[in-house]
């Protein structure tokens, strides 16, 4: 391909004007999974505290699984920046085929882990490719379904995360507290079934194509047309109804090239778009610091404020994965109706409201175990929409051939501060036994929340039921 070649395609209206079909609810189950998995491993941890904390299994202290929750999140960061680079570099479906495989072979390792040193390693390598999988997956989704539909479409998808969630408190109640297996070794058992998951999506990922949109910039522009050409054809339901489709309405000219240079890749995030790298930084941090630091600790906080057994821990979980899971599917349509500015302020500034209120009822000792988890699952429940709009602003508001990279950098910004201090802290708090201590840092969590929407309603973007191009414009578009 010349270096220069220049191409006029209508590959993202032709992509964009397809009706919803049983090909676009493959790519959603195939690549969306990553939520799912993240959801359990995230889970997994948080539900077995009380066992990993036993003698006979890892004895780990609470210190420790606090900075394991710190250390899983560091290896997210890690795979995110590697991975998301390469995903813009090398085609989303080579990465998100290696991240998986990544993922597949640490979470297996993990249950056979034999001290907290094995533990964290393996820890670290299963959240780099889940860290890794989110840079790929963002961005081939986001490329792949119809623009009208990417905001409830998306929020659905990052909401899966709580379906994990359940499964991995579900399977922490079956695992732990019906006698089948003795604790000493079913913790193992739990930590497989993240493996066992993903082994059957990794066959269906065999069936979702290569985005066509980053072919036609770094690839081949004629493999992109093929593979755009074959989806009407599955969409429509055979090549004699493709000419019933919609019309694409709109050509794109870019220029073939197979990287964007370091330089043009700084100026495009540090200059161009500053005002939308600063939004996508808050909403990223905010979130993470948010979640993070109840998520990891949520295990440890019902073990020694409400005595709570160990065993039982994921019957309070259950519940809360429940209300996040159900938050975006509910009020997600409206992100494409109403908006994205005024719906991800709202949700975001609701949200901090109401962990506000419940972090005075907890300092007040107002809460029981129970009153507490539906306190938890009614924040969540609109936090989950909240949390789910920053990927899903941060993958929808930069150019092309820096999508992945700027997924990656953001979550890296966000977890890093936000999720990786956020469980050691808490973790730290919850050992000193002091619930006002704990009610300080959840108010902290609320204002931060606050914040991150207030930033959104002043210079967030109008997105909904737009195209990626007309959000912004391809480098390669504007490219001499």
């Known amino acids: 391909m010349p270096r220069h070649r220049w191409i006029e395609t209508d590959v993202p209206a032709r992509l964009d004007r397809l009706p919803w079909s049983g090909w676009h609810t493959l790519v959603v189950v195939a690549l969306g999974i990553t939520w799912l998995l993240d959801g359990l ?33 560091l290896g997210s960061v890690a795979g995110a920046l590697v991975f998301g680079y390469a995903t813009d570099r090398l085609g989303r479906k080579k990465l998100f085929s290696v991240t998986l495989m990544l993922y597949l072979t640490a979470t297996a390792a993990t249950a056979f882990s034999w001290d907290f040193v094995s533990f964290s390693v393996f820890r670290a390598l299963t959240g780099a490719g889940i860290g890794g999988e989110y840079a790929a997956i963002n961005s081939a989704v986001d490329e792949l ?31 732990l507290d019906t006698g089948w297996i003795p604790p000493a070794i079913a913790w193992r058992f739990a930590f497989g079934l993240g493996a066992a998951i993903g082994t059957v999506i990794l066959f269906l990922r ?25 989806v009407e054809r599955r969409v429509a339901g055979g090549p004699e ?5 919609p019309p694409a309405e709109g050509t794109l000219r870019l220029r073939c090239r197979r990287r964007v240079p370091w330089p043009e890749i700084w100026n495009a995030v540090i ?26 600790t949520y295990g440890l906080v019902l073990l020694r404020y409400y005595q709570v057994r160990a065993e039982h821990i994921g019957l309070y979980l259950i519940p809360l994965a429940l209300g996040n899971f159900v938050g975006p599917l509910l009020i997600g349509r409206l992100f494409d109706t109403v908006g994205r500015r005024p ?35 009614a924040i969540f429940f609109v936090a989950s929409a909240a949390a789910s ?82 959000i912004s414009t391809p480098l390669s578009a504007r490219a001499e």
């Open 206 to 230: 065999r069936h979702v194509p290569e985005s066509p949109r980053w072919l036609m910039v770094h690839g081949d522009p004629a493999d992109a047309e093929r593979i755009v050409a074959d």
């Open 389 to 470: 709009s920053a990927y899903l602003t941060v993958s929808e508001i930069f150019p092309l051939e820096i999508r992945a990279l700027a997924v990656a950098l953001f979550y890296t910004c966000g977890t890093f501060a936000g999720g990786v201090l956020g469980p050691a802290l808490f973790g730290a708090l919850v050992g000193t036994g002091n619930r006002t201590w704990l009610a300080v840092g959840y108010l902290a969590a609320a204002v931060a929340m606050i914040v991150g929407g207030a930033v959104e309603a002043v210079i967030g973007v109008d997105a909904e039921r737009r195209s990626l191009e007309s």
């Open 41 to 73: 491993e995230s889970n997994l941890a948080g539900a077995l505290a009380g066992v990993l904390k036993r003698p006979d299994t890892l004895g780990l202290t609470d210190a420790q699984i606090g900075l394991g929750g710190s250390i899983y999140l």
């Open 145 to 175: 379904i119809p623009g009208r539909v990417r905001g409830h479409v998306d929020l659905g998808i990052n909401a899966s995360f709580w379906i994990g969630a359940a499964l991995g408190s579900a399977a922490s109640v079956v695992l």
């Open 271 to 296: 200059h161009e778009h500053r005002r939308r790298s600063v939004l996508g930084f808050v909403l990223m941090v905010t979130q993470a610091f948010f979640y993070n630091a109840v998520m990891f």
């Open 241 to 245: 109804n493709v000419a019933r489709l």
């Open 343 to 377: 719906m991800i302020a709202g949700t975001y500034i609701l949200s901090g409201i109401l962990l506000a209120i419940t972090a005075w009822l907890f300092q007040r000792d107002l809460l029981t175990a129970f009153t507490q988890a539906v306190c938890w699952s």
